[in-house]
């Protein structure tokens, strides 16, 4: 099961953050169709936020379908957003984690590393579309 956290200094909205950790779990593989996310209530209890943000979130998992809400039974993954086999993205992973830990070596923090990352990807894809 998933285990929210939030992030009050990031600037995102709460229940944009619940809906983007579903988002990524779903991509990585640690939910899958059939998976049930925690209740309202127990989201609310582990977060100290309004139930109505965690509703929210929920809302707008449901309306891209990626959600289906049970009434008396919970909310549950309906569809994955993975696409690639998850022992392709673990090599993937490790080879990742080879740059990071080389780049952390070179001196670089973690806002320098994801800024990298971040232009190295923007080009990758604009060259692909040219």
């Known amino acids: ?3 929210f956290h939030l992030d009050r ?3 995102v909205a709460s229940y944009l953050q619940l809906v983007h950790q579903v988002k990524q779990a779903l991509r990585l593989g640690v939910l899958q169709p059939g998976d049930q996310l925690p ?3 127990e989201v609310v209890a582990a977060l100290g936020i309004n139930p109505n943000t965690v509703l929210k979130a929920y809302r707008e998992l449901e309306r891209e379908d990626l959600v289906l809400a049970r009434p008396g039974m919970g909310t549950f993954i309906q569809r994955t957003l993975g696409a690639v086999p998850s022992e392709e993205q673990a090599e993937i992973r490790e080879r990742l984690a080879k ?3 080389d780049g952390r070596g070179a001196g670089m ?3 320098d590393l994801e800024a990298l990352f971040a232009a190295v990807l923007k080009e990758s894809f604009r060259r ?3």
Request: negative net charge; glycine residues 12%.
């Open 1 to 3: 099961m998933i285990e």
């Open 9 to 11: 200094r990031s600037g």
């Open 39 to 41: 209740t309202a209530r």
């Open 99 to 101: 740059v990071i830990s």
């Open 109 to 111: 923090g973690q806002e």
């Open 128 to 130: 692909e579309s040219a």
